[in-house]
């Protein structure tokens, strides 16, 4: 499921409109929920044919002032709790029968009215009966440094929208993408000013049970802001219920001190007990990184969350040596967190290379059946005749392949045999030159080795 909120800074134009159902095209969001239409439903009323999104519930317009929508696309079971000028309120259910909730939110502008959008978020969050998503625009930043230009925000604003949250048990969920969702687009650099004011936010509830979410801002169009684009997968029991989730080498893991060492381990052990098979012992790695990952790294953002939360306390506190020193070393596993956040979410972006599966495999086998008549290749040869290939020669194109571009169907990557060589590199090269001059292999180790075989060469006749 896909929802989209996006303060639109209205819809009474004809470049306004255009904008939005491209947003529509290129997102094709199941829940599309707007602030500042500045529109009544009588002009909104058309916009739901021609998104596609035939739902519809609009708080007008005060004049020219404010305006919410939520749009909704046939099949998708939300149910309205509450409306208000601040917020549009419901309930999703999903196909299994699970219930959570969202809540389109729109923090109102004014600074000496900005409480009543805190106390309207605690009265959401007094009626809380389930796991709850909230996105959207709540006109206020939660650190300094989420803007940039203007005058300095007070620290006592922050803190009250910081308060706000915690009393909800809401917390940020992060975002890909740039961290302004708001400029005030102005030409001079003297004045330019912009400001995260957009954002998502989830209590723990909904976190744990959607465990794979993403959060994106996306491009503002017409828009001075940003519209937050949440993308929601499966939960981990429903991939359980599916079968056994798929491994996958997280990028950000080479970063962790005791990755090395347990790879060494896994591996030694396997080629030691498993009469030294290169697919054995990816096999016992994957094993050994899984459990791992689940029992000692624990989930990223709930790292990243306790560690925002210890270095807040920390700046909290009066100077001394000890303090700043311990300030200093949570700002660095808070950058080295966050480096890890944006790995895992660029390797994400090649999911739909892993669920295809390896292409240049399919055009070769399909070129040496036609070629051979036969699902198999004899002998791939040089371009000078050789038909021997040095060591040298695979490691040097393994480098030339790019780190997340070239994972196995077990889904190793080439960082990972780049990051490992010393370990794995011997047995690699064994068995890359096995299949290079004739021999067999293992067909699940096929897609895992042919990637890393030579570019420079010719099927040989």
Same mark, same amino acid.
């Given at each position: 499921?896909? @929802?989209?909120?996006?303060?639109?800074?209205?819809?009474?134009?004809?470049?306004?409109?255009?904008?939005?159902?491209?947003?529509?095209?290129?997102?094709?969001?199941?829940?599309?929920?707007?602030?500042?239409?500045?529109?009544?439903?009588?002009?909104?009323?058309?916009?739901?044919?021609?998104?596609?999104?035939?739902?519809?519930?609009?708080?007008?317009?005060?004049?020219?002032?404010?305006?919410?929508?939520?749009?909704?696309? $046939?099949?998708?079971?939300?149910?309205?709790?509450?409306?208000?000028?601040?917020?549009?309120?419901?309930?999703?259910?999903?196909?299994?029968?699970?219930?959570?909730?969202?809540?389109?939110?729109?923090?109102?502008?004014?600074?000496?009215?900005?409480?009543?959008?805190?106390?309207?978020?605690?009265?959401?969050?007094?009626?809380?009966?389930?796991?709850?998503?909230?996105?959207?625009?709540?006109?206020?930043?939660?650190?300094?440094?989420?803007?940039?230009?203007?005058?300095?925000?007070?620290?006592?604003?922050?803190?009250?929208?910081?308060?706000?949250? =915690?009393?909800?048990?809401?917390?940020?969920?992060?975002?890909?993408?740039?961290?302004?969702?708001?400029?005030?687009?102005?030409?001079?650099?003297?004045?330019?000013?912009? =400001?995260?004011?957009?954002?998502?936010?989830?209590?723990?509830?909904?976190?744990?049970?959607?465990?794979?979410?993403?959060?994106?801002?996306?491009?503002?169009?017409?828009?001075?802001?940003?519209?937050?684009?949440?993308?929601?997968?499966?939960?981990?029991?429903?991939?359980?219920?599916?079968?056994?989730?798929?491994?996958?080498?997280?990028?950000?893991?080479?970063?962790?001190?005791?990755?090395?060492?347990?790879?060494?381990?896994?591996?030694?052990?396997?080629? =030691?007990?498993?009469?030294?098979?290169?697919?054995?012992?990816?096999?016992?790695?994957?094993?050994?990184?899984?459990?791992?990952?689940?029992?000692?790294?624990?989930?990223?953002?709930?790292?990243?969350?306790?560690?925002?939360?210890?270095?807040?306390?920390?700046?909290?506190?009066?100077?001394?040596?000890?303090?700043?020193?311990?300030?200093?070393?949570?700002?660095?596993?808070?950058?080295?967190?966050?480096?890890?956040?944006?790995?895992?979410?660029?390797?994400?972006?090649?999911?739909?290379?892993?669920?295809?599966?390896?292409?240049?495999?399919?055009?070769?086998?399909?070129?040496?059946?036609?070629?051979?008549?036969?699902?198999?290749?004899?002998? @791939?040869?040089?371009?000078?005749?050789? =038909?021997?290939?040095?060591?040298?020669?695979?490691?040097?194109?393994?480098?030339?392949?790019?780190?997340? $571009?070239?994972?196995?169907?077990?889904?190793?990557?080439? @960082?990972?045999?780049?990051?490992?060589?010393?370990?794995?590199?011997?047995?690699? +090269?064994?068995?890359?030159?096995?299949?290079? +001059?004739?021999?067999?292999?293992?067909?699940?180790?096929?897609?895992?080795?042919?990637?890393?075989?030579?570019?420079?060469? +010719?099927?040989?006749?």
């Amino acid at each position: 499921m896909k @929802l989209i909120a996006w303060n639109c800074r209205g819809l009474g134009n004809d470049p306004a409109v255009r904008n939005l159902l491209k947003l529509q095209k290129e997102e094709d969001p199941d829940i599309l929920f707007l602030s500042e239409t500045k529109l009544d439903r009588n002009w909104i009323d058309g916009l739901r044919w021609r998104l596609g999104l035939t739902n519809l519930v609009v708080k007008n317009s005060d004049g020219r002032n404010g305006g919410l929508a939520i749009f909704w696309r $046939k099949g998708v079971n939300f149910h309205l709790r509450d409306v208000s000028r601040l917020y549009i309120d419901g309930d999703v259910t999903e196909e299994d029968g699970f219930v959570w909730r969202f809540t389109g939110f729109y923090g109102g502008p004014r600074s000496d009215r900005k409480e009543l959008s805190w106390q309207a978020l605690r009265a959401l969050n007094a009626a809380r009966k389930h796991p709850w998503l909230c996105v959207g625009d709540f006109n206020e930043i939660l650190m300094s440094c989420e803007k940039e230009g203007g005058v300095v925000r007070l620290q006592s604003c922050m803190d009250k929208f910081r308060d706000a949250l =915690e009393e909800c048990s809401l917390s940020d969920l992060g975002f890909t993408g740039d961290p302004f969702t708001w400029r005030n687009h102005c030409g001079s650099s003297d004045t330019y000013i912009k =400001e995260r004011l957009d954002r998502a936010v989830a209590d723990e509830h909904w976190r744990d049970h959607f465990l794979a979410f993403h959060v994106r801002n996306g491009d503002p169009k017409h828009s001075d802001h940003r519209p937050v684009i949440v993308e929601v997968e499966r939960s981990f029991s429903e991939e359980q219920r599916s079968g056994e989730k798929s491994f996958c080498f997280e990028a950000g893991w080479v970063q962790e001190e005791d990755c090395d060492m347990i790879v060494k381990n896994a591996w030694g052990l396997s080629m =030691e007990a498993r009469s030294k098979k290169v697919r054995h012992a990816l096999g016992e790695v994957a094993a050994q990184l899984t459990d791992w990952s689940r029992n000692v790294l624990g989930d990223l953002e709930k790292r990243i969350k306790h560690t925002k939360k210890e270095l807040e306390a920390c700046r909290r506190r009066g100077i001394s040596k000890e303090n700043v020193e311990r300030e200093n070393l949570l700002r660095y596993k808070m950058q080295k967190l966050e480096e890890q956040k944006d790995i895992y979410w660029r390797q994400r972006a090649h999911a739909n290379w892993l669920k295809n599966g390896d292409r240049n495999t399919t055009y070769f086998q399909q070129y040496a059946s036609e070629r051979r008549k036969k699902n198999r290749i004899k002998m @791939l040869k040089r371009e000078d005749g050789r =038909e021997e290939y040095s060591d040298a020669e695979i490691k040097y194109a393994l480098d030339c392949m790019g780190d997340l $571009k070239a994972p196995g169907a077990d889904g190793i990557p080439a @960082l990972f045999y780049k990051r490992y060589w010393h370990i794995v590199g011997e047995a690699v +090269t064994k068995e890359v030159k096995n299949l290079l +001059t004739g021999g067999d292999i293992h067909k699940g180790g096929i897609k895992r080795l042919w990637s890393l075989y030579p570019r420079c060469r +010719t099927l040989k006749s």
